[in-house]
Structures are given as C-alpha cells and as structure tokens.
C-alpha cells in the first residue's frame, strides 16, 4: 500500500516572516503584534515607495529646468539612476514611516527627490527648496521638471508627462470622449486629496487621465498596495496546495538522490521573490514550486 504522510505546512505565515524579516533589514521596526494582513501592507507600502535600486535610462522633459546651484546634486542622482544605485537618501525622510500615504505617489505615480549633496547623520541627502519630481519604469527614469517643494497638487507634472511621454502613460488614459464636467485647480486637487477624494486629471480639452499611480482608498493607502498584497497572498496559498497534491513527486524526487523520506514531512515556504521553494525539515531536500 502507498505510504500515507502527515504534511504540516503554513505557507502563509512563512510569507510573513519573510516580508517581517525584509522590513527589518530596510531598518523598520519589527512588531510581533501587527496582524499578517497589516504586515504585508507595510512591506508593500515601503516596497513601492523606494526606488528598485537597477540601471535606468534617464530622460528629460523639453520643460526641464534646474536651478544652477543645484545642478552637482541633480548630477550625482543622476549618476546614481543610470548606474543603479540607491537612491533612498534622497527620498523624502517620510520614508522612515511605513504606514505613510504618499498621495503623490499613490495618485500620479510620481516621486520627489532632494538634491543636496551633503549626507546627515540619518543618511538623508540635505534637503532642498525646490526637488526634482521625476516617474520610474523598469527601464526609464523621466526626469518631470525641478519644483518647489509642495507643488505636490501641480497639474502640470501630469500635463508634462503627456507630452513628453504619452507612451509610457497610454494605459490610464480614458476614452477620447470623456471630459470633466467641471475643471480642476491645482487647489482643489489639494483638498481632495487631504479628504482621501480621487479625481482624475484633464491634461487639454478631452485628455483625461486616470490616477497614474493607481490611486487610493479613502483611507489613504495605495490600491496597488492592497492589490499587491491580496494578490501575493492568494499566490502563497495556491503553492502550498500544488505542494500537498504532489507529495508523490517530492517523494520520488528524494528517493532519486537516495534519501527515503519520514512519514511525517514538515515543509517551510522559501522564495528570492522570483523563484518559490519549499525546504522539508527533516530531510533537508528543496523542492521547486515555480515562479512566486
């Protein structure tokens, strides 16, 4: 008769402590409290608010402009994009805050970054009057323009987008016969995103533009992050069931590098965010899942 083997697996909670583990390395404080959903939530919302540390491309709006004597910090982050450095010192020090909102962020898509060139004792890039706003792909870095800082409501870091770029944004552009039946000012931008109020924006007559960095709830947080987040964790779930049907295989698996497995495995879910593992306890065999 086939042997019958007792499975013990938690995925789930394996996925939490390796999102717990990740927001601790980034130097966040671990509260063994916070419920998984609240965790994965957190790692999501700083996950998405730095700046994925590979080589872009960097290109410039025909708008853009710098003040001269930021023009050596302009350069060094620019050196640090293109060749894929980190850029967290020059984020905003609101980056120390995981549960932080970037309304900016979360409704355009859009970063500001500081330009000074001197690194305090925190690690933050001295901070500057005017920032540069800039939008990240995977490949590219679109320089926007170099503002003031608080010009987080400007219309315009959109409106350039559009004109410079329309590609790259083409997915959030809404039917060419939709308009706003009332315009918006950069003011009342403002106050509806201090209410949590999404709107979208109209760049010329009948352009209009979806929120381009997903938008957010009325709480505040990203819709990206809560989708990320329900999305990793249907994931986690669904290989820990592929994982129990094809205990035969694993089984097989061992016994082609001569190991006989117990009957009682114990499994721990393992992932580099690419590639999904799963590590048996006792016998020390990794078992390829696919990709997470």
Same mark, same amino acid.
Request: charged content about 20%; some cysteine.
């Given at each position: 008769?086939?042997?019958? $083997? ?6 789930? *909670?394996?996925? #939490? @402590? ?13 509260? =063994? *409290?916070?419920?998984?959903?609240? +965790? ?10 730095? +700046? ?6 960097? +290109? ?17 982050? #620019?050196?640090? /994009?293109?060749? &894929?450095?980190? /850029?967290?010192?020059?984020? *905003? ?16 898509? #859009? ?7 001197? /690194? ?11 920032? %540069? ?14 503002? &003031? ?11 350039? %987008? ?9 997915? $959030?552009?809404?039917? *060419?016969?939709?308009?706003? @039946? ?28 979806? =929120? ?7 709480? !505040? ?10 999305? $990793? ?23 082609? +590098?001569? /190991? ?23 016998? !020390? ?8």
């Amino acid at each position: 008769m086939p042997t019958a $083997y007792n499975v013990q697996a938690d995925f789930q *909670s394996d996925w #939490i @402590a390796i999102l717990r583990r990740h927001l601790t390395s980034w130097g966040y404080t671990d509260e =063994p *409290s916070l419920s998984q959903e609240t +965790v994965s939530f957190r790692f999501f919302n700083v996950w998405r608010r730095l +700046v994925l540390p590979i080589p872009r491309t960097v +290109v410039f709006s025909r708008e853009f402009t710098c003040p001269p004597e930021l023009q050596n910090g302009l350069d060094a982050v #620019i050196q640090k /994009i293109e060749q &894929g450095i980190d /850029i967290k010192p020059h984020l *905003s020090t609101n980056i120390l805050k995981p549960d932080y909102n970037d309304a900016l962020l979360n409704d355009w898509g #859009i970063h500001h970054l500081h330009l000074g060139t001197e /690194i305090d004792a925190a690690g933050f890039a001295k901070r500057t009057g005017p920032v %540069l706003f800039v939008r990240f792909d995977t490949t590219h870095a679109y320089l926007i323009d170099v503002m &003031g800082h608080g010009s987080w409501a400007r219309q315009d870091l959109v409106r350039i %987008l559009h004109r410079n770029w329309p590609e790259s944004i083409s997915r $959030y552009r809404m039917a *060419s016969t939709l308009a706003l @039946a009332q315009p918006l000012s950069d003011d009342d931008f403002r106050r509806l995103r201090h209410g949590n109020v999404q709107s979208f924006v109209e760049v010329e007559p009948g352009v209009v533009y979806a =929120p381009i960095g997903g938008g957010y709830s009325t709480s !505040g947080m990203s819709f990206e992050v809560v989708s990320m987040s329900d999305r $990793y964790f249907m994931r986690v779930r669904q290989l820990e069931a592929q994982l129990r049907q094809n205990i035969p295989s694993f089984v097989s698996a061992c016994r082609q +590098v001569g /190991i006989e497995p117990s009957q009682n495995l114990s499994f721990r879910f393992v992932t580099d965010f690419t590639t999904a593992r799963a590590v048996e306890a006792n016998s !020390g065999v990794i078992f390829t899942l696919g990709t997470l």
